[in-house]
């Protein structure tokens, strides 16, 4: 049984440089397979928003300037999948995707904004049957907490991987390196999974970006079969 496919979209991050602004937008559709039994409903919530297809201004801040950090502590994008209740979702494996895009800083370096864009902490995480589960997306370690267990392992399909390399994780590497096979809990003794992030304008930036904005994009993919 495969073919399920959800897409929720975060729009916007946007960010004018030296004088910033970083803003927001997540979009839920839904994409199904040749069998309607098989479709699946992602919604979507922030920290002010309930559960809906759009959530907007997740996250916000002004005036950036080169080496200003935002960590961003308080905003969140929560997901849920609602799957279709004749299926057996039991038998099914759930993996959620993340990456990003966003618009062409000019036509000759489209990606020249992106790669000062650091991405500072990058967190998915949800708690199952009273397990605390924890990836670290900057190195790819999950970590497992529960009354009597505490376990961990790295996964290289959960990490960003700095693809250029140049010392930094962006949001041109998440493009290029999608988030791959997060797991996404089954129904029942959950808190829904939840993706966090801060965000650092590198200092290296120049005074090319002054004035510019950066529409980023965050493309949340929910899959089982």
Known sequence: MKGIKVKGIVLGLVALLLVAGIMGTVYARTNSDDNPQHKVDLKLSDQDEPWQDGVSATWTAANMSPGDEFAFYDSFVELRGKFPEKVDMGKLERKVEITCDYDPWTSLHPDEMAKYMVITRCIYKFTYKKEVWHIDCLTGELTIISKDRHDSYTNDQWQIQDVEPDGR??????????L?????????????????MSVKFHPDAGNEFQ?????????YTLSAS
Do not use: A, C, W
């Open 169 to 178: 994780v962006t949001f041109y590497d998440l493009k290029e390196s999608p």
């Open 211 to 219: 004035g510019d904005t950066f529409n980023l994009t965050m493309i």
């Open 180 to 196: 791959s096979n997060l797991p996404f809990p089954h129904q029942g003794d959950v808190i829904e999974p939840r993706f966090e």
